[in-house]
């Protein structure tokens, strides 16, 4: 029985579907059903279910799914036992944040796959909330305030941030003194988040007002610029225009508390090497490049 049958088939049980699987795999369907009809044919049972709208595992895939994928993590683990200082293999799949994951992570992903040219890197760039479990990521990176969940996750640096406007904005509308004040300016937003803002040695929050939405922190960035409103930004992207006099920081008794970067991963006792590694490069990057984060 071929492990790679049965890691596909583990991939489309999880993605609900032939099609996504391929996608999520970076190999053609046809590959996909050839795998998985291979599989049902070595153990003599019919797995999934192909539909027009996707696959639907049977009885016998239900319980076959979780000893395949017992069966593909044990095999890592091995591998790792045996080969605890070797170069890494295998599929590392990491979802990253759009807004400047191509930028300020992307690089170390490019110096891992150089380091290791076995180990398959499959990386997704997006600012939407990913389940990285239903849609079978490895790891995430996450960049903010955590909130509660049954995930581990593994700090890897800090992300300072500030309130900013550009200067022809607060020439037009004047310079925010209090929250109160705040209420009345327009906000960039990503959606109907609320800001997280000192005052004093408390947080507090507050629920900013605007009519420009991203949900792309360059986009908002470049609108800040643009003088639509102010914006809630890490310093990361910001503090090379604040540098120059582009932007200028608002209200800076109230800056945003201390966030972080995180990898993200799902529930289990030990990370994969491919993890452990990844993790311990980025926290490296961090230290070496303060002024890449805006610190």
């Known amino acids: 029985m071929d492990v790679e049958d049965l890691r ?34 070595e153990l003599g049972v019919q797995l999934l279910l192909r539909t027009t709208r996707g696959a639907a595992l049977t009885e016998a895939g239900i319980t076959f799914r979780e000893h395949a994928a017992r069966i593909g993590a044990e095999l890592e683990l091995a591998r790792e036992t045996i080969l605890p200082t070797g170069e890494l293999r295998g599929r ?16 170390v992903l490019a110096e891992l796959s150089k380091r290791n040219p076995k180990l ?11 389940d990285i479990i239903a849609e079978g990521f490895d790891c995430a990176i996450r960049v903010g ?8 996750a593994k700090r890897i640096g800090p992300i300072t941030g500030k309130l900013v406007a550009s200067p022809d904005y607060i020439a037009e509308h004047g310079v925010p003194e209090t929250l109160d004040d705040l209420a009345t300016h327009r906000a960039l937003m990503q959606g109907t988040e609320t800001w997280h803002l000192t005052d004093g040695g408390r947080t507090i929050t507050f629920q900013p007002q605007g ?8 986009a908002l960035m470049t609108a800040c610029v643009a003088g639509l409103g102010i914006g809630y930004l890490p310093d990361c ?3 090379q225009h604040v540098a120059s006099g582009r932007l200028v920081e608002v209200m800076p008794n109230h800056q945003p508390p ?17 993890l452990r590694v990844l993790t311990d490069m980025l926290i490296e990057h961090f230290k070496k490049n303060p002024e890449h984060w805006g610190l």
């Open 92 to 107: 590392l799949r990491v979802a990253m944040p759009l807004t400047f994951g191509p930028t300020h992570f992307a690089p």
């Open 237 to 239: 992207i910001t503090h």
């Open 8 to 41: 596909t088939f583990v991939d489309v049980a999880d993605a609900g579907g032939i099609s996504a699987a391929a996608r999520r795999l970076g190999v053609s369907k046809s590959i996909v059903s050839r795998r998985l009809f291979k599989l049902e044919g």
């Open 211 to 218: 009519i420009f939405k991203a949900d792309n922190g360059i």
């Open 120 to 130: 398959q890197v499959h990386a997704t760039y997006s600012d939407r909330f990913v």
């Open 145 to 152: 305030y955590l909130e509660d969940s049954n995930l581990i």
């Open 258 to 274: 201390p966030a972080a970067a995180y990898v993200i991963r799902p529930p289990g006792q030990h990370p994969a090497r491919k």
